[in-house]
């Protein structure tokens, strides 16, 4: 029973920003890794941006020195700031968390249905 919503998707201009947010509830014992993807028209789905429990980040290479992840663990909750924001960057942005559930105490990955992000001017 554990659901993943994501909120901030936009149209923005090229150079804006967004800041992207994904609040995981339900029966959650536990969030370990949360991260976010993204699937551009005609692309395959990629790996943005990860954090780990323990505050430890990774990005892909093109969004590097552009976008921030960060978690709020009090609010079970990822966010993604994108900024310098280009073309480029326009695709459905899917929000992943590995969660331990009260119930199994069992890690397991789940996805939010994504939120919209267009870079045009």
């Known amino acids: 029973q554990v659901q993943l919503v994501e909120s901030g998707g936009d149209l923005v201009q090229p150079g804006g920003s967004l800041r992207l947010s994904c609040a995981a509830s339900?029966?959650?014992?536990?969030?370990?890794?949360m991260g976010w993807y993204r699937q551009a028209q005609g692309k395959e789905r990629e790996l943005v941006a990860d954090?780990?429990?323990?505050?430890?980040?990774n990005y892909a290479d093109s969004v590097k020195g552009r976008f921030t992840i960060s978690r709020d663990n009090a609010k079970n909750t990822v966010y993604l700031q994108m900024n310098n924001l280009k073309s480029e960057d326009t695709a459905v942005y899917y929000c992943?968390?590995?969660?331990?559930?009260?119930?199994?105490?069992?890690?397991?990955?789940?996805w939010g249905k994504g939120t919209l992000v267009t870079v045009s001017s």
């Open positions: 339900g029966s959650i014992f536990r969030i370990n890794t």
């Open positions: 992943k968390a590995r969660i331990m559930e009260a119930r199994t105490l069992y890690g397991i990955d789940y």
């Open positions: 954090i780990t429990s323990g505050g430890r980040t």
